[in-house]
């Protein structure tokens, strides 16, 4: 039998074609896939690509985390004939206590969970295996452990297996048809609890989270068993204490049903039963109203303790690297950054939410120097996904005089769009307390005075032929483009002119050409490279790559950036001509807003 072919895709590669005969392929972004003999039944082109997350493109549960990218493979919806293996790469999850790793996908406008398979390559290199029937977009996260079962309507229990005392018992004819019904299960420090609450006796039981397929409630009441809260027996508490809380689903509030419900309790356990799902949890307190101390608890849950950095370069002051860290990493970020970057000390702790929007903006006479794909109206655009790197490198220009003084201005990062599953009282409390609610931090920026021949007079000896690098669909690199790179290399640029080809001999006449002026040296260098690279399409992909391997993954990045950028307008173009592919439309977006597009 014949060896299945192998392909390894370079990152200029985004297709591949498979055939009847099956393959193995590994893309540039270390995703790997398998298929297998039979898969397809005629040869079938496979486009992919690596999106970067953001709320339209990732589906979260209110106490999931984001652990990879999205992967986009095409064409989506097509059945294979056998299932096709897909392995992910993601960010091992600090705490797995309680909690599992799943690939997650769209299909049919929903998204779904799929049966998942943990390898591990090498330290902190894993993998999350599974089988897949058709194309989509793929994800990994951590949710909390999920246990499910078909119910019958002769009746079943259902475990937790992360808490043997959680338990669910459906009576015969609780459902007419058979149903899909689920559990998760989370938990909540006490230590937390009790400063929120500021009561030291007060303990809440594990959170559980019921759901179910099919009519909204079951036609025979299901009980419900729940550990009591922590440091609480039913022998010796005080029931007038004892509280049952249940998440109303359509205002997403926390009422307590205590009195509604018949609890009968055990020296260890609570009993209750329910005909219809939702959120329920058990609370031991003195204090009142403990419906709306639920929702604060609840929203803690799922807030992240983080500060805010803003650090710029020592050799070039231009580029600053902003950074949204957890509070616990903060330090060792620092001690790694601070050879290369200085700055101010990082902000005050703020809390954000998974999936978070904010924004950063340069103030006091500062810009962004660049047309970027994440920059709007000015401001640079981040999402918070705990587990991924919420950093981004910037340039910086003014249009102050910096040959007379430096520029002292500043970086603020203000607060965007909730995600969908955070309680509608946070957002309306922030439209109360209006602008000042968005503000989250504020770090000086410092741009120091120029001198010597640098500056506004800059590149006015220095004739520039128009010049575009690259194609419509790649994505082009203008004059103002490169202009952009050169303001960036620095000392750096010998390097870069070696990796791109250039002779020694012609660096040497360039230093000497323009002994005295170092930007000159390096817009000469840039320019006369690309004056040369007319009418090839892989001039582009050679600056990126030697950006890179001269230690400039910055730039490079700023290059992938500016290409992104003029993908998508190329895409937006040919969708208003109606030649868009079918199939491209984003999650979210429905075949005819694709095609109104």
């Not at 800059?458 to 004739?463: A, E, I, L, T, V």
């Not at 009418?535 to 600056?543: S, T």
């Not at 992938?560 to 109606?578: N, P, V």
């Amino acid at each position: 039998m014949p060896e299945m072919p192998k392909l390894f895709l370079t990152s200029d590669l985004d297709s591949f074609l498979v055939t009847p005969h099956g393959c193995s392929v590994t893309l540039a972004c270390g995703v790997r896939l398998q298929f297998p003999a039979g898969a397809t039944t005629t040869p079938i082109t496979i486009h992919y690509r690596l999106w970067l997350p953001e709320p339209g493109l990732v589906s979260l549960g209110p106490h999931d985390f984001l652990l990879s990218g999205v992967l986009e493979l095409q064409p989506h919806g097509v059945a294979f004939q056998q299932d096709v293996s897909l392995w992910l790469l993601f960010v091992p999850p600090r705490v797995r206590r309680c909690r599992e790793v799943v690939v997650r996908t769209r299909s049919d406008n929903s998204w779904n969970d799929l049966e998942t398979h943990l390898e591990e390559e090498a330290p902190k290199r894993l993998w999350a295996r599974c089988q897949v029937p058709h194309f989509s977009w793929f994800l990994v996260v951590l949710r909390p452990v999920s246990n499910a079962c078909l119910l019958p309507p002769e009746g079943a229990l259902l475990c937790s297996s992360g808490h043997p005392g959680v338990k669910v018992t459906f009576p015969p004819g609780a459902t007419e048809e058979p149903r899909q019904v689920s559990m998760q299960v989370v938990h909540m420090a006490g230590l937390e609890l009790r400063a929120l609450l500021e009561e030291a006796e007060a303990s809440v039981s594990p959170l559980l989270c019921l759901s179910q397929s099919g009519p909204p409630s079951f036609l025979q009441p299901v009980t419900v068993q729940l550990p009591l809260p922590a440091g609480v027996t039913g022998f010796s508490l005080d029931r007038s204490h004892l509280h049952l809380l249940y998440r109303t689903p359509l205002t997403a509030t926390w009422d307590d049903i205590t009195t509604q419900v018949a609890l009968e309790l055990t020296h260890l356990y609570a009993r209750f039963r329910v005909t219809h799902f939702s959120w329920y949890w058990l609370w031991y307190t003195t204090k009142n109203c403990v419906g709306g101390l639920a929702r604060k608890a609840w929203e803690r849950l799922r807030l992240h303790r983080v500060n805010l950095i803003a650090l710029q370069r020592r050799r070039d002051p231009e580029q600053v690297l902003l950074q949204c860290l957890p509070r616990n990493k903060v330090d060792a970020a620092l001690v790694r950054l601070l050879d290369r970057y200085r700055g101010p000390e990082p902000s005050d702790t703020v809390e954000m939410f998974e999936g978070e929007k904010f924004f950063a903006a340069f103030e006091r006479g500062i810009d962004v120097d660049a047309d970027r794909p994440d920059c709007v109206d000015g401001r640079i655009c981040f999402v918070f996904y705990s587990h991924l790197k919420n950093v981004k490198e910037v340039y910086i220009t003014t249009t102050l005089d910096r040959e007379t003084q430096a520029v002292r201005g500043q970086v603020s990062f203000y607060r965007g769009s909730l995600p969908e599953e955070v309680p509608q009282e946070a957002e309306a409390a922030r439209q109360r307390k209006g602008i000042d609610a968005l503000w989250m931090a504020t770090l000086p920026i410092k741009l120091p005075r120029l001198r010597g021949p640098q500056g506004s007079g800059q590149g006015n000896d220095f004739s520039l032929m128009p010049l575009n690098l690259g194609d419509a669909e790649t994505g082009f690199l203008t004059q103002s483009n490169l202009l952009s790179v050169a303001s960036r290399l620095g000392p750096d640029w010998p390097a870069v002119a070696l990796h791109l080809g250039m002779p020694y001999r012609e660096l040497q006449r360039i230093r000497h050409e323009f002994r005295d002026d170092l930007d000159g040296q390096i817009r000469h260098m840039l320019f006369s490279w690309a004056e040369r690279q007319t009418g090839r399409p892989e001039a582009v992909g050679n600056l990126v790559k030697a950006l890179e391997q001269s230690d400039r993954q910055d730039v490079a990045e700023e290059v992938r950036a500016i290409l992104e950028l003029g993908r998508h307008k190329y895409q937006d173009s040919i969708r208003r001509t109606g030649l868009a592919p079918e199939g491209s439309s984003l999650p979210g977006t429905s075949a005819s807003q694709s095609a109104q597009a």
